[in-house]
């Protein structure tokens, strides 16, 4: 086994991918991978000298609570967005119609539902764009509401 090969068997069990993988089909080896919640993408492929190369992209953005798939569609589109990715730091999910954004720096975005997610970020995005001077002057910003944002003080 090579250096690498270690490093890449070492790193495939840390994060909870078994011994068996390694030689079993790639299609397995990329689903248990895939399987993890913290990993967006994972590819796997053999090089000529027989070496297994395994690439990991983990998700940016933690979702903190019970997920759904509106909510991981959320993140990914989050995760996609240049405005957005350097802004959000988790998205909190408290109950279905509960979500919050958590920034990096800045207050806390309430969603409510993950439905409509784009149109509630289009709304955010726009009051930072074209209203927003500070976070200091506010407690929070609330785009659970049809076509407004709630800045609370």
Not at 90 to 111: C, F, S, T, W
């Amino acid at each position: 086994m090579t250096k690498w090969s270690y490093v890449i068997w070492i790193a495939l069990l840390l994060i909870g991918c078994s011994n068996r993988h390694l030689d079993g089909s790639y299609q397995a080896r990329e689903d248990s991978l895939r399987a993890d919640p913290m990993i967006r993408e994972a590819n796997c492929y053999r090089q000529s000298d027989g070496t297994i190369i395994t690439t990991v992209v983990p998700h940016t953005v933690p979702i903190v609570g019970q997920s759904e798939p509106a909510v991981e569609e959320m993140r990914n589109y989050i995760e996609d967005s240049r405005f957005w990715n350097k802004r959000v730091q988790k998205i909190l999910v408290r109950a279905k119609d509960n979500i919050v954004l958590v920034q990096k720096e800045g207050v806390p975005l309430l969603l409510g539902e993950a439905s409509n997610y784009e149109a509630k970020l289009h709304k955010l995005r726009a009051f930072y764009e074209n209203e927003h001077t500070s976070d200091t002057l506010y407690r929070e910003l609330d785009a659970r509401y049809r076509g407004q944002v709630v800045a609370r003080k």
